[in-house]
């Protein structure tokens, strides 16, 4: 069976487009308005000679940092649960929020295996937010633009132990 990737990180980080990226397909909805994710959506991944379920997941969207409750909720859990490796996904350009540290907190006591990822990470721009997402204690983070392909070869060698 192959293993089970779960995108998880707070709406407008691009997840759906990174999800898009390694389905190779438009099937996860990428919108420039936060909250489009509504529900959980499954592809099956390539990555180089890499294949995996990849699992994109909602961005908590209706949630603040301090009540991350409901269905969406409820859904993230499920899908870090039952994932064997999760990528948390940051935006290096805006730097992080309180919502990201949320969902640090929340994947760290899972205690799930985790790779942090630092999109929107293409030219020089994301640097900044990239050292700050390193502050988070998920090791080094493996910096990508989903969005132009970039860092590829960095996603998978971070994965490859996993699938
Ligand atoms: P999600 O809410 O986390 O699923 O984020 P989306 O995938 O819907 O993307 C949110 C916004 O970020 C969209 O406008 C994307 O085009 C943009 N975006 C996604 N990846 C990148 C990237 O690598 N670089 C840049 N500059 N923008 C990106
Ligand atoms: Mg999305």
Known sequence: MPATVAIVGRP??????????????????????????RDRREGDARLGDLRFTIV?????????????????????????RAADVVLF??????????L????????RRTGQ???????????????????EAYEMGFGDPVAVSAEHGEGMASLYEALEPYC
Do not use: W
Not at 65 to 73: E, F, I, P
Not at 93 to 98: A, D
Not at 113 to 131: F, I, Q, R
């Open 89 to 98: 996904v940051v935006d290096s350009r805006s730097g992080l929020t309180p």
């Open 12 to 37: 407008n980080v691009g997840k759906s487009t990174l999800f898009n990226r390694l389905v190779g397909k438009r099937l996860a909805l990428v919108d420039d308005t936060p909250g489009v994710t």
């Open 113 to 131: 295996n985790v790779v942090l990822v630092a999109n929107k990470s293409e030219g020089t721009a994301g640097m900044a937010g990239a050292y």
């Open 56 to 80: 994109d997941t909602a961005g908590l969207e209706e949630a603040d940092a301090d009540s991350l409750t409901g269905r969406m909720r409820a859904q993230t859990e499920e899908a870090i």
């Open 100 to 107: 990201d540290k949320t969902f640090g907190e929340l994947l």
